[in-house]
T-cell receptor
């Protein structure tokens, strides 16, 4: 079964500092990977999908097949980035498999 | 922008009681899902539903659970005889089923079993 691992439950950085949220996956083929975000008192929403190679709210994520990673990065953190971030992959018939989640806190 | 809605936002029930959690998916979506998140744990897949039948279910989704699309808009999750360990946040999601496979989530129903 495919799995995603987010090794950090909590991450705290200062405003303006770079942010990297780690995600590693276990899958030998070509995975479909996503980052979902949940702001306080809001629903889970899609932030990024690896296939589109886009930048959303200043965040990017690159698929590294050699390291089986899909880390989420932002060069300059903002206070409104504080949220829970979940890495996820699609398995089987559109079943999302989530990592444990990382709570990101941006300190002023 | 259309959104997935869920009712109620919080449900408290006694162990052994039946509960029905309701969801209204986005209207042109064809695939529907239920996930749950026990406090402090990861979001877990329960079941996916397409064309009026279950397309996939997890080992969590045992005989105590059932899903239904009773009309053209609602999608329900029923737990027949709730246990303490069913206490969790339950999320409904829907998708078009076509690439890029994005699932849109509802705000969740917090189920507390006492």
């Amino acid at each position: 079964a495919q799995r995603v691992t987010q090794p950090e439950k909590l991450l705290s950085v200062f405003k303006g500092a770079p942010v990297e949220l780690k995600c590693n996956y276990s899958y030998s083929g070509s995975p479909e990977l996503f980052w979902y975000v949940q702001y306080s008192r809001q629903r889970l929403q899609l932030l990024l999908r690896h296939i589109s190679r886009e930048s959303i709210k200043g965040f990017t994520a690159d698929l590294n097949k050699g390291e089986t990673s899909f880390h989420l990065k932002k060069p300059f953190a903002q206070e409104e980035d504080s949220a829970m971030y979940y890495c996820a992959t699609i398995q089987g018939a559109q079943k999302l498999v989530f990592g444990q989640g990382t709570r990101l806190t941006i300190n002023p | 922008e259309p959104e997935v809605t869920q009712t109620p936002s919080h449900q408290v029930t006694q162990m052994g009681q039946e509960v029905i959690l309701r969801c209204v998916p986005i209207s042109n979506h064809l695939y529907f899902y239920w996930y749950r998140q026990i406090l402090g744990q990861k979001v877990e897949f329960l079941v996916s539903f397409y064309n009026n039948e279950i397309s996939e279910k997890s080992e969590i989704f045992d005989d105590q659970f059932s899903v239904e699309r009773p009309d053209g808009s609602n999608f329900t999750l029923k737990i027949r005889s709730t246990k303490l360990e069913d206490s969790a946040m339950y999320f409904c999601a829907s998708s078009t089923g076509t690439y890029p496979l994005e699932q849109y989530f509802g705000p969740g129903t917090r189920l507390t079993v006492t």
